[in-house]
């Protein structure tokens, strides 16, 4: 079994700040790409930011300059530092991550719960 434990959402006032963290635990042996997305209501839920296992990054347009992912591989964890936050950025946001699974060499994807992220004033 493969847990993602999402954390750090919230409510914060326009051009505040939030870090989200996603914390990967279970029978894993690697991690591949890892993501962050968002769904706000009534939409489809989009990508924010992706990073691979060697650092390779790629942001949504809506978020260039603003956030930035990170991972720690010895941890098995991704964050996403979001800066400047604007009311459209209003969204539950996931964790993704693309595992390579112990026991079948596998790769699966795995989902978070899901945290909040509320910017309002």
């Known amino acids: 079994q493969v847990q993602l434990v999402e954390s750090g959402g919230g409510l914060v006032q326009p051009g505040g700040s939030l870090r989200l963290s996603c914390a990967v635990s279970g029978s894993i042996f690697r991690i591949n790409t890892m993501a962050w997305y968002r769904q706000a209501p009534g939409k489809q839920r989009e990508l924010v930011a992706g990073i691979t296992n060697s650092g390779s990054t790629n942001y949504a347009d809506s978020v260039k300059g603003r956030f930035t992912i990170s991972r720690d591989n010895a941890k098995n964890t991704v964050s996403l530092q979001m800066n400047s936050l604007q009311p459209e950025d209003t969204a539950v946001y996931y964790c993704?991550?693309?595992?390579?699974?112990?026991?079948?060499?596998?790769?699966?994807?795995?989902w978070g719960q899901g945290t909040q992220v509320t910017v309002s004033s």
């Open positions: 993704r991550c693309d595992v390579v699974r112990a026991a079948t060499l596998t790769i699966y994807p795995y």
